[in-house]
């Protein structure tokens, strides 16, 4: 167990209360825009106790995001428990489908979206917690994929030469273009058929390349 599940009961619900409250505020209005006092009151604890519990506004915000990247590991777990149940060539591309569209979704989703936009904003003035989020969420997902790849490749159901270009390809494939929607229109929900017709599409280039029959015939050709 780390430190803070050792604190009292009614110490770890203020300090759940301030998290909550200032992933919030980050979230809406940026690190600038939101003030110590802010959160304070939106937590309903005193100015005491929310310093006493975090120390200062870097400390709480490095806090939050990287609270919130932590969360990212349960769409990495998806990628990888989904990729290890194919088993066949022919439910190679409707599971594919679903792994993408569950991928698509959760990284389009406003609430990742919002935190992307906000560790974007600030990577400047915290590089080294940008480079985090960028490992505990993006990289980790793409590791997954690389990893699953790899798998199948082992097991003829793929061809696949670098793992890492394939999960990069897959990875933007899917998910790019839903991405940028959801960055530059905010507020716009993406209908769930679009983001099925947009991992179809991205499975199916995917599979032209990589699909171990299609590698076949490539060589063949050759």
């Known amino acids: 167990m780390d430190a803070v599940s050792h604190l009292p009961r009614r110490t770890l619900v203020k300090r759940s209360a301030i998290s909550e409250a200032a992933t919030r505020l980050f979230l809406e209005r940026g690190f600038g825009a939101t003030s110590m006092d802010d959160v304070a009151a939106a937590a309903g604890v005193s100015k005491v106790t929310l310093y006493k519990q975090f120390g200062d506004k870097r400390s709480l915000f490095e806090t939050v995001v990287l609270a919130v990247t932590e969360r990212a590991e349960t769409i990495a777990a998806g990628i990888e428990s989904n990729l290890g149940r194919i088993d066949t060539a022919e439910a190679l591309e409707p599971d594919l489908v679903e792994l993408a569209v569950a991928y698509a979704s959760g990284v389009a989703s406003a609430p990742v ?110």
Do not use: H, M
């Open 113 to 222: 979206v919002r935190l992307r936009r906000l560790v974007v904003a600030e990577a400047e003035r915290f590089p080294e917690l940008a480079g985090a989020y960028f490992d505990g969420a993006p990289r980790r997902a793409l590791d997954a994929l690389a990893s699953g790849f790899t798998r199948l490749d082992e097991r003829g159901l793929l061809a696949v030469s670098s793992p890492d270009t394939a999960a990069t390809q897959f990875a933007y494939l899917v998910v790019g273009p839903l991405l940028d929607q959801a960055l530059f229109r905010p507020g716009k929900r993406i209908p769930r058929k679009e983001i099925v017709a947009n991992c179809r599409a991205g499975v199916a280039l995917f599979l032209a390349v990589y699909a171990a029959d299609a590698a076949a015939a490539t060589s063949a050709a050759c």
